[in-house]
Each structure stands twice: as structure tokens, then as C-alpha cells.
């Protein structure tokens, strides 16, 4: 079935002199891909990926142009025009995008950006966008592991950083004391989550984890093992933030890592921690060779 306001790859049915008509199925029937979005070498009952959205006059219309932002997602968009209606956005498509007045968090002004997210307004039918975000925000705690990399979209500055948007899903920010070059609104960066919040907020930073081969973090285990007198207070019990701050990994590699390490036995593991054994020398742990 035909999505409004997403991506769908539809048949082409047959020519006409001012475009393509695409098989919308039910209720849809036959939709319009006008002329100047027609690409070269098309061929009838091929099949070609169209965004599809209404036109002007309120008709289901398909374009082969790809909008800043789909239904579903967030997105910084600058303001085109204000009227009686509200205020209309740029989002990379001929018409433009409504965010009605009931959906401004503040009076939208032209020439200004803002993070919106993109709706199906489901009264009619027409994609819309809102300045509201957080009724469109999942406030239950994400399935984020320490350590996971998830796409940031940075939101708006704060005092003590970046408020951001993790995987278009849930609200989350970068510290300014972890930041180690300019990030800009509007634009997409990859993180790495080192916090999950009861309230669902997620705290995440850009910079990748040092370690997280098993076989790397093996010998920098040991090495942080001799630096520490051969003990380190840290177990299967230690909270996964916790592990994360200290060794910058998940803690399923801390655990994959210390496993490894008791199996050679390298290590000793109590309920307070891990003791390396004196009689084992510190060595490279062997890496299995490409064939």
C-alpha cells in the first residue's frame, strides 16, 4: 500500500504527454510523476522509487526529488514564508512545508531554522511539520548498550552542551566538557551512548572507543592491571557506565576481555575484582593469523 509522505517503489503503468502514471493500487489508483521528475531509460512495468506527498491543489502527486526530511523524522528547517495559515519550510521540494500555528512551540520567523518533526496529519490527509517535539519523542529508556553507536542529530545548544536526537527515536545530549571540535544544528554525526537515563534521555559522545576488539582489550587490561598494583575493582557486578568511563568499552567486551583472560589463566576473578597472577608474565595475547 502507498505510503503518504515516504519513499515507495511503484510500476510504471503507461506514458502520457506530461508525465508517467505509477500504479498506487488501492485506494490510490493511478498516480501522476510529472514530466520534469521523469527519469532517462524508464521503461513501462519497471519499477522506480518516488516520494509521494500532495501538490498544491491537494492531489496525490509522486516525485522522483528527495525532501530534507519523511514522515516520521526529525529534521532543521528554514522558514520560506509566514501567513494567515502559519509558517511554511523549506524542506527540499517544490511546495512547501506547513507548520500550522497550533504547532509552533514559538512564533516561527522567516529566514530562521528549526528542528520540526514531520507529520500525516490524519484529519487530511496532508503532511505537516510541528516545532513540538516531544510529544513525538520516546520517553521510555531505550535498549541502547554503553558503547553502541547510534546517529545524533544535533537539536538546539545548551549551558552544559548539545541537546540531540538519538536514532530519530529519543532525546539525548553531549556534554560540552566531551566535545573536541565545532558540531553544527541540523547536522547528522555518528555517537557512541555512554549513559541511559530512567527518564529515557540517552547522554552520548562523538569520539569512538579506543578498544572494543576483545583481543586488544585483553592487553590493555593487563596493562592497566600493572599499573594498578595488579588489581582492578571492577567485575560482571560493575554497572556497564561504569565500565564504559574506566576503559571506554562496552561491557560486553570488558566481559568477553576478562574471560578470556581467566581462561588462560592470566587473572583471578573475586566479588571485589580482578587480581592478575604474579607468575604470568605480561605478553601480547596471540591473534589468529588471515590465512
Known amino acids: 500500500m502507498v505510503e503518504i509522505g515516504k519513499?515507495?517503489?511503484?510500476?510504471?503503468?503507461?506514458?502520457?504527454?506530461?508525465?508517467?502514471?505509477?500504479d498506487g493500487g488501492e485506494p490510490f489508483g493511478e498516480i501522476l510523476l510529472p514530466i520534469r521528475y521523469v527519469p532517462e531509460n524508464w521503461k513501462v512495468d519497471e519499477m522506480i522509487e518516488v516520494f509521494i506527498y500532495r501538490d498544491s491543489e491537494d492531489r496525490i502527486i509522486a516525485?522522483?526529488?528527495?525532501?530534507?526530511?519523511?514522515?516520521?523524522?526529525?529534521?532543521?528547517l528554514e522558514v520560506r514564508?509566514?501567513?494567515?495559515?502559519?509558517?511554511?519550510?523549506?524542506?527540499?521540494?517544490?511546495?512547501?512545508?506547513?507548520?500550522?500555528f497550533r504547532e509552533q512551540k514559538q512564533d516561527m520567523q522567516m529566514s530562521e531554522s528549526y528542528m520540526v518533526y514531520v507529520y500525516l496529519d490524519e484529519?487530511?490527509?496532508?503532511?505537516?511539520?510541528?516545532?513540538?517535539?516531544?510529544?513525538?519523542?520516546?520517553k521510555t529508556p531505550a535498549a541502547y548498550e554503553i558503547g553502541e553507536e547510534v546517529d545524533v542529530l544535533v537539536s538546539n545548544r545548551s549551558e552544559i552542551g548539545y541537546t540531540v536526537i538519538v536514532n530519530?527515536?529519543?532525546?539525548?545530549?553531549?556534554?560540552?566538557?566531551?566535545?573536541?571540535?565545532?558540531?553544527?544544528?541540523?547536522?547528522?554525526?555518528?555517537?557512541?551512548v555512554t549513559k541511559v537515563r530512567d527518564d529515557g534521555k540517552v547522554d552520548v559522545r562523538l569520539q569512538k572507543p579506543s578498544f572494543e576488539k576483545v583481543d586488544d582489550f585483553e592487553l590493555t587490561l593487563l596493562k592497566e592491571?600493572?599499573?594498578?598494583?595488579?588489581?582492578?575493582?571492577?567485575?560482571?557486578?560493575?554497572?556497564?557506565?561504569?565500565?564504559y568511563r574506566a576503559f571506554a568499552v562496552s561491557k560486553k567486551t570488558f566481559k568477553r576481555a576478562v574471560g578470556a583472560l581467566y581462561r588462560k589463566r592470566m587473572i583471578?576473578?573475586?566479588p571485589e575484582g580482578i587480581t592478575r597472577?604474579?607468575?604470568?608474565?605480561?605478553?601480547?595475547?596471540s591473534k589468529k593469523t588471515e590465512s
Not at 9 to 16: D, G, M, N, P
Not at 123 to 138: V, W, Y
Not at 277 to 285: A, E, F, H, M, Q
Open 81 to 100: 514564508t509566514v501567513n494567515s495559515v502559519g509558517a511554511f519550510l523549506d524542506w527540499g521540494l517544490s511546495k512547501d512545508l506547513l507548520v500550522p
Open 268 to 270: 583471578t576473578i573475586t
Open 63 to 76: 516525485t522522483t526529488e528527495r525532501p530534507l526530511a519523511t514522515v516520521g523524522e526529525f529534521a532543521l
Open 123 to 138: 484529519k487530511t490527509g496532508r503532511i505537516a511539520a510541528t516545532s513540538k517535539l516531544s510529544k513525538h519523542l520516546d
Open 225 to 243: 592491571l600493572e599499573r594498578n598494583k595488579n588489581f582492578l575493582p571492577y567485575s560482571d557486578a560493575s554497572d556497564a557506565e561504569e565500565i
Open 277 to 285: 597472577n604474579d607468575s604470568k608474565k605480561l605478553v601480547v595475547p
Open 168 to 192: 530519530q527515536a529519543h532525546r539525548g545530549i553531549i556534554y560540552r566538557n566531551e566535545l573536541f571540535h565545532k558540531i553544527y544544528r541540523g547536522q547528522h554525526y555518528t555517537g557512541y
Open 7 to 22: 519513499y515507495n517503489t511503484l510500476r510504471i503503468v503507461k506514458e502520457v504527454d506530461f508525465g508517467l502514471y505509477l
